[in-house]
């Protein structure tokens, strides 16, 4: 089955301590991103990668890292977590298509983790 | 990405069709009409998308104005499943990487009565 994972789905920690949300797609997609989602703002991205080795920033990236080593996985590392940290947080994963473009094609999004920063 | 403009809240019957609104007077010719929903306590699951024909898919149907300022999504028989917030999307035609940053409005809330 196609799909999108994440773990944890469900975290609480405390500030500052590093922790990492992992995840994964079976679908061989190029590109992939983390959205988080709050009351009354909506979703926004927080950082997307077009390919292994190839990552940059979205709307709000401060306070969060990623890697893409692999074209399955895209961990989120929050290095010094920070109550205002506290969200949902969306996978998702794309194909790249024709000259580079995704405008047309669907996004498959993960369960979601729900984050607490205490 | 061209704003849309979606009413906060409908209410339909089991079983009954639904027609979702959405609004963008400011699209652009190469502007996709993407709709996504999400369930509760779901992540957004994708519906259907077009760029001016009109286009069915197993979920649902996607009528667009003939001037493509403006398009409905049809959901033909509505389940209590189908209870979501709607999201129509525009997605502009570009190769950059922020051309995946899908932005989200506050969408239409749908509630499924039985």
């Known amino acids: 089955e196609a799909q999108v994972t994440q773990n944890p789905r469900y975290l609480i920690t405390v500030t500052g301590k590093k922790l990492t949300v992992t995840c994964s797609q079976n679908m061989n997609h190029e590109y992939m991103s983390w959205y988080r989602q709050d009351p009354g703002l909506g979703l926004r991205q927080i950082y997307y990668s077009m390919n292994v080795e190839v990552t940059d920033k979205g709307d709000v990236p401060e306070g969060y890292k990623v890697s893409r080593k692999e074209k399955r996985n895209f961990p989120l590392i929050l290095e010094s977590p920070s109550p205002n940290q506290t969200s949902l947080y969306f996978c998702?994963?794309?194909?790249?298509?024709?000259?580079?473009?995704?405008?047309?094609?669907?996004?498959?999004f993960g369960p979601g983790t729900r984050l607490t920063v205490l | 990405d061209a704003k849309t403009t979606q009413p906060n809240s409908m209410e339909s019957n089991e079983e009954e069709p639904v027609h979702l609104p959405c609004n963008h007077s400011?699209?652009?010719?190469?502007?996709?009409i993407h709709w996504y929903r999400q369930l509760p306590s779901q992540g957004p699951e994708y519906v259907i998308h077009?760029?001016?024909s009109n286009v069915n898919n197993r979920m649902a149907s996607l009528a667009i104005a003939e001037d493509r300022k403006s398009s409905t999504l049809i959901l033909h028989r509505a389940t209590l499943r189908d209870a979501a917030v709607y999201y129509c999307?525009?997605?502009?035609?570009?190769?950059?990487?922020?051309?995946?940053?899908?932005?989200f409005g506050k969408g239409t809330k749908l509630s499924v009565k039985p």
């Open positions: 998702a994963s794309t194909p790249i298509g024709l000259a580079g473009a995704t405008s047309y094609n669907e996004q498959f």
């Open positions: 400011t699209i652009s010719g190469t502007d996709y």
């Open positions: 077009g760029l001016t």
């Open positions: 999307i525009l997605r502009v035609m570009n190769y950059g990487g922020s051309q995946g940053n899908l932005i």
